[in-house]
């Protein structure tokens, strides 16, 4: 029934103009700013450590925007999941950093593409289907789900894997092909997958497979955001790493990480998930924050 669900209400709104997403967004976004108050809290909580010095209004009014991305990224999911390849990818600008991507495909040692909660990443994934070998995805308890992500997601060709050992796997085959694989740099991975590093000033639990691939296959690292522009127009944007990324030591190596995050971010703060518990896990003795 959710798969069904889910389903339907894509369907649905692949039928509304691109442009009316982002209108419709912000009453529901709003609507979603009062009745959700672990998401109000969370996003304020998260806002505040990043933020410190930013003003309480100022704070709000981020929170309250990045709600209505929040709520345009379950809206445009039909156009990301139904729309036809020519309007779908009528919707995008050019790239920023096109180059940047070119360049670091050049080795031939493949590219680990680290794109976290930010923009439109549905969008995003799609966007990629041509250039990807694997995208790791993390599976939900609902089988039925799972095949409706899978088949959405990968409908332009796009070959998405389980986190895990068969994840892996798919990353360094398509690495060792020379292609790009994506990862999610900002989710908080399991106890014992991740180190400290980091992020806004803030330690956050950060994982470290986007290291250790790159230091096992000699592939290149960039940053990918997908961010919505006016109109109902879309924009990837590619980001060079900080060159740490690539360091032996892993502390340095997942700061680089976060780097890149805060880097992304900066490009349009009200587009980032704030409403994600980045700082759930805390090093011993912190207290916690949620």
């Known amino acids: ?49 990043c933020y410190p010095d930013m003003a309480e209004a100022e704070c709000e009014a981020l929170a309250r925007q990045s709600l209505h991305h929040y709520a345009n990224n379950g809206l445009e999911t039909g156009l990301a999941w139904y729309s036809s390849r020519r309007r779908f990818d009528s919707r995008f600008l050019p790239v920023v950093g096109e ?104 330690p956050a639990l950060t994982g470290v497979l986007a290291p250790r691939l790159l230091g096992r296959t000699g592939a290149r690292a960039l940053f990918a955001v997908c961010l919505r522009a006016p109109g109902g127009r879309y924009q990837t944007h590619f980001l060079a790493p900080h060159p740490d990324i690539y360091s032996d030591d892993l502390d340095r190596a997942v700061a680089a990480v976060n780097e890149g995050v805060e880097r992304c971010i900066a490009l349009a703060p009200a587009q980032y998930l704030w409403a994600y518990k980045r700082f759930r896990a805390r090093p011993e003795g912190e207290t916690r924050f949620y």
Do not use: C
């Open 1 to 49: 029934m959710k798969a069904l669900t889910l389903k339907t209400m894509a369907f649905v709104f692949s039928l509304l103009p691109a442009a009316w997403l982002s209108t419709l967004a912000w009453p529901l976004g709003a609507l979603v700013w009062r009745v959700s108050k672990r998401l109000r809290k969370v996003s304020l909580k998260n806002l505040s450590l």
């Open 99 to 202: 180059d940047s991507y070119r360049q670091a495909l050049a080795p031939g040692k493949g590219v680990v593409l680290l794109a976290p909660h930010h923009g439109a990443w549905e969008m995003l994934g799609l966007m990629l289907s041509d250039v990807l070998a694997a995208t790791l995805y993390k599976p939900s308890e609902d089988d039925a789900v799972n095949r409706l992500l899978v088949e959405r997601r990968g409908r332009f060709g796009a070959n998405l894997v389980p986190a895990g050992r068969q994840g892996l796997k798919a990353l360094v085959r398509g690495l060792a092909d020379g292609r790009a694989v994506a990862i999610l740099p900002d989710q908080e991975p399991r106890a014992g997958d991740g180190r400290f590093a980091p992020f806004f000033g803030v």
